[in-house]
């Protein structure tokens, strides 16, 4: 089965969808505390803190709807990349003793979406589709 298989497409729209709602708790728990605050964080956040709560929702919802997907997977993927280093890393080598594990996943998956795109039921598909039909 190829990747543009439609049940390909469709595994990989899942992953996108289920990846970027995950990957939006984390700024749901730095802003609005829920599920949960985040353990050893103080409040008022730090200015390092919100910005990543920002590049998290913004990418998140993004990669949800399936809009810029490329681009907001590339973004999202170098603040896990840069959060894994700052966070993790620094614990020791093995992201398992870490706890770097979810970074590393969050960071390799957004890093597939740049190069396989958005999968199917995407907005990226929506308007590339229109923007087909009309010649650009």
Not at 55 to 72: D, K, M, S
Request: glycine fraction near 8%.
């Amino acid at each position: 089965m190829s990747i543009s298989s439609p049940w390909a497409l469709r595994a990989l729209a899942l992953l996108r969808v289920v990846t970027a709602l995950l990957f939006l708790e984390h700024a749901t728990m730095k802003f609005l505390q829920f599920p949960a605050p985040i353990p050893g964080v103080t409040y008022p956040l730090p200015p390092l803190m919100v910005a990543a709560g920002a590049i998290e929702v913004i990418t998140a919802i993004l990669i949800v709807v399936g809009f810029q997907t490329r681009i907001a997977a590339f973004v999202a993927s170098g603040e896990m990349a840069v959060a894994y280093f700052m966070a993790h890393a620094s614990q020791g080598f093995w992201p398992v003793l870490n706890m770097g594990e979810p970074a590393v996943l969050f960071c390799f998956i957004f890093f597939y979406l740049v190069f396989a795109g958005a999968g199917a039921w995407a907005l990226d598909n929506v308007i590339g589709a229109k923007s087909n039909h009309t010649g650009a």
